[in-house]
Nanobody, 115 residues
Framework: QVQVVESGGGSVQPGGSLRLTCVASGKIFGIPSMGWYRQPPGKQRELIAW???????GYSDSVRGRFTISRDNAKNTVYLQMNSLKSEDTAVYYCAMNWNGNEYWGQGTQVTVSS
């Protein structure tokens, strides 16, 4: 059974950093496209970072220059390094994997940025 699990959320002060981890497990072949989404309180879920293949990356305007997505293919793991965090980054963060015609979502991890 293929599944995706996020970890690494927590509370941090403005200007701080966090690193989220997303581990995909199951019989996965190749290098699936992966993305990080977030859903702030009362708002819709949005795509903020993605990685296609080994190194093709993209970011939303709201996080470009502050967040970095990367992956370790040997571990089926994707990371989201978040620096210079702001209060508006507070959200539930989700990892999604697009593989073999299906989309797999994690359960989400809460990130709270507050002084």
């Amino acid at each position: 059974q293929v599944q995706v699990v996020e970890s690494g959320g927590g509370s941090v002060q403005p200007g701080g950093s966090l690193r989220l981890t997303c581990v995909a497990s199951g019989k996965i072949f190749g290098i699936p496209s992966m993305g990080w989404y977030r859903q702030p309180p009362g708002k819709q879920r949005e795509l903020i970072a993605w990685i296609i293949g080994s190194s093709g990356t993209g970011y939303s305007d709201s996080v470009r220059g502050r967040f970095t997505i990367s992956r370790d293919n040997a571990k089926n793991t994707v990371y989201l390094q978040m620096n210079s965090l702001k209060s508006e980054d507070t959200a539930v963060y989700y990892c999604a994997m697009n593989w073999n015609g299906n989309e797999y979502w994690g359960q989400g991890t809460q990130v709270t940025v507050s002084s």
